[in-house]
């Protein structure tokens, strides 16, 4: 029988194996889930696009935060789908943003969208970038 006014046997309860890899898991999922910042120039790019094509544009962008040297971002389904974006509505975001001419894409059978990123995300990330310096 569990005594309650026993905090050891609470605490030991409480912080379970279990109950640690919930608690990191949430906090991985949390940190995958941050999108930095965007600047309104490439918002302003995105809007008459639709709703699908702004998702996926987030998503490039959190992307070139994580590999800020990369001239492609390699996006997959179950990456988008992590990040609450629909299979369908990522493979519209796409075409939307290749036929405005933001992204060109390179498709393989059974692989990652490969994404070669065009001029009005790098001007957006390197004006982000000189507002971050300039803040600081």
């Known amino acids: 029988m569990l005594n ?3 905090d050891s046997t609470l605490t030991e309860l409480v912080e379970t194996p279990t109950i ?3 608690k990191e898991s949430a906090a991985e999922r949390a940190a995958s889930a941050y999108i930095p910042s965007a600047p309104c120039t490439l918002l302003a790019q995105l809007r008459p696009l639709g709703l699908d094509a702004a998702c996926v544009g987030l998503l490039l962008w959190r992307e070139m935060h994580c590999h800020p040297r990369a001239e ?3 996006v997959s389904v179950s990456e988008a789908r992590g990040a ?3 299979p369908r509505a990522f493979n ?3 075409i939307a943003l290749e036929r405005a001419g933001l992204v ?3 498709r393989r059978p059974g692989c990652r969208v490969e994404l070669c990123l065009g001029c009005v995300f ?4 390197r004006s982000a970038k000189s ?4 803040d600081k």
């Open 72 to 74: 492609t971002a390699l």
């Open 92 to 94: 519209r975001g796409v």
């Open 84 to 86: 609450g974006v629909p």
């Open 20 to 22: 640690r890899r919930l």
């Open 122 to 125: 790098k001007k957006a990330y």
């Open 131 to 134: 507002m971050n310096k300039a």
């Open 104 to 106: 060109e894409t390179l």
């Open 4 to 6: 309650h006014n026993d």
